[in-house]
């Protein structure tokens, strides 16, 4: 069983920048997606940004130029570089998995494995 584990999550203010990070442990197969969503009170989980194992990479339109997705092999840890934060950036952070693939999608139903969340608040 794929298990997750986020951290990095804090309060910055707006242009500040943070990066998350999540690690990874339980995969049996070389072939995963990764990805990193998040989720507003009284908000639908919103999509983020996915890594395949070979490294490629796609993201929302919403945060692409100002958040990064990448991944420490070695380290078996997800990480999400976010720069030039605004407030309508606070949320819950999730990053999520599903192994045994031959594509990836960023959409929270693909996914089989979710972790707790990591909090991430922009002020003003």
């Known amino acids: 069983q794929v298990q997750l584990v986020e951290s990095g999550g804090g309060s910055v203010q707006a242009g500040g920048n943070l990066t998350l990070s999540c690690t990874s442990s339980g995969f049996t197969s070389s072939s995963y997606c990764m990805a990193w969503f998040r989720q507003a009170p009284g908000k639908e989980r919103e999509r983020i940004a996915f890594?395949?194992?070979?490294?490629?990479?796609g993201g929302a339109d919403s945060v692409k130029g100002r958040f990064t997705i990448s991944r420490d092999n070695a380290e078996n840890t997800l990480h999400l570089t976010m720069t030039n934060l605004k407030p309508d950036d606070t949320a819950m952070y999730f990053c999520?998995?599903?192994?045994?693939?031959?594509?990836?999608?960023?959409?929270?139903?693909?996914?089989?494995?979710w972790g707790q969340g990591t909090q991430v608040t922009v002020s003003s």
């Open positions: 890594i395949t194992s070979d490294g490629n990479t």
């Open positions: 999520a998995a599903k192994e045994r693939v031959r594509w990836c999608v960023l959409e929270t139903f693909f996914y089989d494995y």
